[in-house]
């Protein structure tokens, strides 16, 4: 079983960030900067032996056919500054909103970026609300004026200018405190938000794999239930991991005027958590998704998805406390080897469509 | 929760999760067999066969289960046994085979239902008295003397299923013998234990009831994912005292019959649009089934069947030339202009994508059907006409206002010719600054 979990990275860089490739063989696999500053991806062995493949990026496409979806994404990549979850995110919304990937990529692409923008005017809104509560003032006046209107938008600057001066600051310096802080969390959200933003959906729907998988695993005779087991596992540790990080980030923004005030130390803190949490639950959308369409199938593409799952799952680095699992993963392979998966047509070694167009069916769902 | 309610959610109960698709399943057989019940179960059903759910062991199913192999299949996916059984026909049949027993005798085949040393004896007893009982029903049949609780219309079909059923019980511990070498269902390739386990099985079948060696080929045929793959097999075994030259045509026969009712199953009727993806799956596996025929054929050197696979294959071959090659580019490029003015849509452009894979399906049996030449101009033209339509979109610039059009009309090249083609035209239009 050739699997991205026989290696043991020991910082989230070092795992790198899951790319939504649509070739079979590609998919999910993780890029990360050498140290020279120069992306590469790692590629679970292909011959079922140990190890992974390290590719330099600008080789990929030489070393493996890959779809015209995956090279545009891998372009964008190349020419993105970083490789963070959120640059990647970037990229892959980006590559599926020109339609290379399908009518439904798209679809899931343009409600990924509208959900983005209505998440970034709340929490932007929600800032002002909290910084005018630290100080003492109501916010009711421009909700009620219209926040998008001269007359809210001229409520706002004087409302923020008392803020400011009673917080001690220039009203731009208040301003872009918030800016900064807004872009911090935009993905996360308040914890007060009417409706979640985007990691806190997707650590809910992470407990919510957790727990089908250990149901599933549990009582299940088939060879692939220890597998599931041990995915179920990860998950639990990945939501204590992201549990305890939303709780340190709720609680920095929920005492407000601390934050404002001690903003060049306590801005440290949230951007760690806020990073710290995306490179926590990356990767994690994907297999949800693939799951969630697994659970109404038959048990045998049950079992097939758990292995597939499995070869991609993002372990916790070593750093993270979880040293163990990279080992665990290990002898559970050892225990548990399985035939080769054909990623392509074996007649003409060309790239299976029918495999392709599920991996996009997914990756929208999962967007 | 009422059972009015569940029955409401109807085929919402196929997509629910398994854990709780079971419990659902548990609840519906406690309340009974009312009709509404029997009508959601049968709604049910494709999915409870898929997820192989365990259920409640009764006397109407252990009469079943020796021929639940040929009971008619639920989607187009899979193929359909050589010789169907209506489950409507089993029902009524099972009324008229209760009656006949008796509620009291019945009540002692239970120990067929429990497991212990009694179950494997009271099993057969009973498959050996029900067996009596369907082939006096079937011998009155087939005098044209019906019985009124036979609620069906009677057609020569019902008559023939009924014998068969006879048949099948009477060589029901042979069949459960023969479940056994060939599990778990279906069978994708034969392999030489599965061929001698049939072998062993048909010869003992062919010492005690040699008319009933034909209706054992056709259940074991119908585990298999391709039925015709065990008349390559059948050719070779060793049947003993039983006529295998004549077996051989007759099952030949009925798999031919069967592969031309297939292929007549998806003439488009006129003025409707086929759904050009499923007539490609189609007639990939008509392909394969009749490659597996011929070379059956071949094995035995028989030439009797030659003309109807020819037959065959040329309906096949008319099937792909009008209902997927014939103005495949014209449905595909239609999609691409709605998406350049506003007025497609995604059902639009997902007909478009099905299109354009139902092409490069073909690619893979246009040597057998001799389409090679027509397939490779069609796609040659439509590739054109796709590369064009990029060239135009995206000749501005990859972010220009079209360039939606231009990267959808690359994606249909790729899946028309493969995604190197698509790539190198990607290439060509976008050169050195690409994308």
């Known amino acids: 079983?050739?699997?991205?979990?026989?290696?043991?990275?020991?910082?989230?860089?070092?795992?790198?960030?899951?790319?939504?490739?649509?070739?079979?063989?590609?998919?999910?696999?993780?890029?990360?900067?050498?140290?020279?500053?120069?992306?590469?991806?790692?590629?679970?062995?292909?011959?079922?032996?140990?190890?992974?493949?390290?590719?330099?990026?600008?080789?990929?496409?030489?070393?493996?056919?890959?779809?015209?979806?995956?090279?545009?994404?891998?372009?964008?990549?190349?020419?993105?500054?970083?490789?963070?979850?959120?640059?990647?995110?970037?990229?892959?919304?980006e590559a599926a909103r020109c339609g290379l990937a399908g009518p439904d990529a798209v679809a899931a692409a343009e409600a990924a970026l509208r959900d983005?923008?209505?998440?970034?005017?709340?929490?932007?809104?929600?800032?002002?609300?909290?910084?005018?509560?630290?100080?003492g003032l109501e916010s009711t006046e421009i909700l009620r004026a219209g926040l998008a209107s001269a007359e809210g938008q001229r409520l706002t600057r004087d409302l923020m200018s008392k803020a400011a001066h009673s917080l001690g600051l220039e009203p731009t310096e208040l301003y872009s405190r918030i800016a900064e802080l807004a872009a911090y969390v935009e993905s996360i959200g308040l914890a007060t938000s009417p409706k979640p933003a985007r990691l806190r959906r997707l650590m809910r729907d992470l407990q919510g794999f957790r727990d089908s998988m250990t149901d599933w695993a549990t009582d299940n005779v088939s060879e692939a239930a220890p597998i599931g087991g041990f995915c179920a596992e990860v998950a639990e540790h990945t939501v204590n991991h992201a549990r305890t990080v939303m709780k340190q980030l709720d609680q920095a923004v929920a005492s407000f005027e601390v934050l404002i005030r001690q903003w060049d130390v306590k801005r440290v803190v949230v951007r760690k958590a806020a990073t710290r949490l995306s490179w926590l639950l990356d990767g994690w959308e994907y297999l949800i998704a693939l799951w969630a369409d697994a659970v109404a199938k038959s048990r045998h593409e049950q079992d097939l998805t758990v292995h597939e799952i499995f070869r991609v799952i993002p372990l916790l680095?070593?750093?993270?406390?979880?040293?163990?699992?990279?080992?665990?993963?290990?002898?559970?392979?050892?225990?548990?080897?399985?035939?080769?998966?054909?990623?392509?047509?074996?007649?003409?070694?060309?790239?299976?469509?029918?495999?392709?167009?599920?991996?996009?069916?997914?990756?929208?769902?999962?967007? | 929760m009422e059972i009015r309610d569940l029955l409401a959610l109807g085929d919402q109960l196929l997509h629910i999760d398994e854990p709780k698709f079971r419990q659902i399943v548990q609840l519906l057989e406690q309340m009974g067999d009312h009709p509404d019940i029997q009508r959601t179960?049968?709604?049910?059903?494709?999915?409870?066969?898929?997820?192989?759910?365990?259920?409640?062991?009764?006397?109407?199913?252990?009469?079943?289960?020796?021929?639940?192999?040929?009971?008619?299949?639920?989607?187009?996916?899979?193929?359909?046994?050589?010789?169907?059984?209506?489950?409507?026909?089993m029902n009524s049949l099972w009324s008229m085979v209760e009656a006949q027993i008796g509620k009291d005798r019945l009540k002692g085949y239970r120990g067929a239902l429990q497991e212990g040393p009694q179950q494997k004896a009271a099993t057969e007893a009973f498959w050996a008295e029900t067996a009596a009982v369907v082939a006096d029903i079937a011998a009155e049949m087939q005098a044209g003397r019906v019985a009124e609780a036979f609620r069906l219309r009677v057609t020569p079909d019902r008559v023939r299923a009924v014998a068969d059923i006879a048949t099948i019980l009477s060589i029901a511990p042979?069949?459960?013998?023969?479940?056994?070498?060939?599990?778990?269902?279906?069978?994708?390739?034969?392999?030489?234990?599965?061929?001698?386990?049939?072998?062993?099985?048909?010869?003992?079948?062919?010492?005690?009831?040699?008319d009933a060696l034909k209706i054992f080929i056709l259940v074991a045929a119908s585990r298999l994912s391709e039925p015709a793959v065990l008349l390559g097999g059948l050719w070779d075994m060793d049947l003993g005292r039983a006529d295998r030259a004549a077996l051989f045509m007759d099952l030949s026969g009925t798999v031919m019959a069967q592969i031309e009712g297939r292929s007549r199953s998806l003439k488009g009727g006129p003025g409707a649009a086929p759904d050009?993806?499923?007539?490609?799956?189609?007639?990939?596996?008509l392909v394969a089934s009749l490659d597996a025929t011929r070379d059956a054929m071949e094995r035995s050197r028989n030439k009797s069947f030659d003309q109807r696979l020819k037959e065959v294959r040329g309906s096949v071959h008319e099937m792909v030339r009008t209902q997927v090659l014939q103005g495949a580019d014209g449905g595909i490029v239609t999609a691409l202009d709605g998406l350049g003015d506003g007025t497609g849509d995604r059902a639009q452009m997902a007909q478009a994508e099905n299109q354009a894979r139902a092409l490069r399906k073909c690619a893979t049996i246009a040597d057998q059907l001799g389409l090679r030449g027509e397939l490779k101009a069609v796609t040659q033209k439509t590739t054109a006409t796709l590369t064009d339509k990029a060239r135009a979109a995206l000749g501005r610039g990859p972010a220009g206002p079209a360039s939606r059009t231009g990267y959808t009309a690359i994606r249909?090249?790729?899946?028309?010719?493969?995604?190197?083609?698509?790539?190198?035209?990607?290439?060509?239009?976008?050169?050195?600054?690409?994308?």
Request: overall charge positive.
């Open chain 1, 1 to 93: 079983m050739r699997s991205l979990t026989n290696f043991a990275p020991s910082t989230f860089e070092d795992r790198g960030a899951a790319v939504a490739f649509t070739t079979p063989v590609l998919a999910q696999t993780r890029v990360r900067k050498d140290s020279r500053e120069q992306l590469e991806v790692l590629v679970p062995n292909l011959s079922e032996g140990r190890g992974v493949y390290v590719v330099p990026w600008k080789s990929l496409p030489l070393a493996f056919p890959m779809t015209v979806h995956d090279r545009m994404l891998h372009d964008l990549i190349a020419k993105g500054e970083g490789c963070s979850p959120d640059d990647i995110r970037k990229a892959t919304l």
């Open chain 1, 116 to 135: 983005d923008d209505e998440q970034r005017l709340l929490i932007n809104y929600q800032l002002i609300v909290e910084a005018l509560k630290a100080v």
């Open chain 1, 317 to 367: 680095p070593k750093n993270e406390g979880q040293g163990d699992q990279a080992s665990a993963a290990d002898a559970l392979m050892q225990n548990n080897r399985r035939s080769v998966r054909a990623y392509v047509d074996w007649r003409s070694g060309q790239l299976d469509v029918d495999l392709v167009m599920r991996i996009e069916t997914i990756k929208g769902k999962a967007a």
């Open chain 2, 41 to 89: 179960i049968a709604v049910l059903r494709p999915r409870m066969a898929e997820l192989r759910i365990n259920r409640r062991p009764t006397l109407k199913r252990l009469f079943c289960d020796p021929f639940e192999d040929l009971f008619e299949t639920f989607g187009k996916s899979e193929p359909a046994p050589l010789s169907v059984i209506e489950r409507s026909l």
């Open chain 2, 174 to 210: 042979d069949i459960r013998d023969l479940k056994a070498v060939l599990s778990p269902k279906p069978v994708t390739k034969l392999h030489q234990d599965h061929l001698d386990g049939i072998q062993d099985i048909a010869r003992r079948i062919a010492r005690g009831r040699p």
């Open chain 2, 276 to 285: 050009r993806l499923a007539v490609a799956d189609l007639a990939v596996d």
């Open chain 2, 412 to 435: 249909m090249i790729e899946l028309i010719a493969g995604s190197a083609e698509a790539n190198k035209v990607m290439d060509e239009i976008l050169g050195g600054g690409r994308r």
